[in-house]
């Protein structure tokens, strides 16, 4: 793989809490190829300095957010998960204090558009790199896919060196450091 099949773009969430601890989102701007595209993806989830979770998708980034919404809202009204997915964690107002968050979305060209599972690798290499350099996990990772995909390691690595320019903070990794 190299750098000409990835497009990175940045989004801004925004959470707008509703009655009985419900939510919704709001993602900023409208426009951009992880909108519009059924191009597979991995995107990242932070607010500031802090890495909240990593998934990856393989519809408009939007309509991924929505059903995870969608799931948090069933679970918070019912007490129980909607087919086994409990949605979002990070929409809890009450974890997550933060209602404004930035999304880094990474779409592949469509050349990978039936590679699920080296999508899936990427995704699981890239929450591991962030624990091997910040000594934490992302705070709402649910679960990761572990899989051995020649390329998945080194474009998690791409993805976090981008990452890392796109926070501008180099305290995510002083915790190893010092």
């Known amino acids: 793989m190299n750098s000409q099949d990835l497009l990175f773009e940045n989004y801004q969430l925004t959470i707008l809490d509703q009655l009985e601890n ?23 989830v932070h607010s500031n300095q802090e890495i909240l979770y990593v ?3 393989g519809s408009s980034v939007l309509k991924r957010f929505q059903r995870g919404c969608t799931a948090f ?8 998960a909607r087919r086994g997915y409990q949605g979002y964690k990070w929409l809890n107002k009450e974890l997550n204090k933060a209602r404004t968050l930035d999304v880094l979305v990474v779409v592949f060209d469509e050349s990978y558009d039936l590679k699920r599972d080296f999508i899936e690798a990427v995704e699981g290499e890239l929450v591991y790199l ?3 350099e910040t000594n934490e996990w992302p705070r ?5 896919h572990f899989s051995n995909c020649v390329g998945a390691k080194e474009t998690a690595e791409e993805i976090f060196e981008n990452l890392l320019m796109k926070i501008n903070n180099k305290e995510i ?4 450091i010092l």
């Open 22 to 44: 419900t939510a919704f989102i709001r993602l900023s701007p409208i426009i951009g190829e992880a909108l519009k595209r059924e191009r597979r993806k991995v995107y990242i």
């Open 55 to 57: 998934g990856e998708a």
């Open 73 to 80: 809202n069933y679970k918070v009204k019912n007490s129980q």
């Open 130 to 132: 962030i624990r091997s």
């Open 140 to 144: 709402f990772q649910n679960e990761i």
């Open 173 to 176: 990794i002083k915790k190893v």
